[in-house]
């Protein structure tokens, strides 16, 4: 079992930064891949990043490579999201997700954040 609660969301101008975390409860938390996902208004929740277990492995949907940065401690427990040159179409609901070992896109993730959200306007 892993509890996951998300912080950080917010309101940013186009082109500013957030950083989003999500703080992990559950012994298992070192051996599980983590990954964040976003549902904005109307549309289905879609994949962003995630990583594997160690972090050696990372993975971005296309959007978003070269701007957002996933990474994660595992003395701590969280995983983080650091989100670069925000633009409108990032608005969202953000959710952090724990799943198989591997951290792949399409793997199944079981457990969800209750999501934060992250709001870019001027």
């Known amino acids: 079992q892993v509890h996951l609660v998300e912080s950080g969301g917010g309101l940013v101008q186009p082109g500013g930064s957030l950083r989003l975390s999500c703080a992990a409860s559950g012994r298992t938390f070192g051996t599980v891949g983590m990954g964040w996902f976003r549902q904005a208004p109307g549309k289905e929740r879609e994949f962003v990043a995630s990583?594997?277990?160690?972090?050696?492995?990372?993975y971005y949907t296309k959007s978003v490579k070269g701007r957002f940065g996933i990474s994660r401690d595992n003395v701590k427990n969280t995983v983080s999201l650091q989100m670069n040159s925000l633009r409108p179409e990032d608005t969202a609901v953000y959710y952090c997700a724990a799943g198989p070992s591997l951290g792949r896109p399409d793997d199944r993730y079981d457990y969800w954040g209750q999501g934060t959200q992250v709001t870019v306007s001027s």
């Open positions: 990583l594997n277990w160690d972090g050696s492995s990372t």
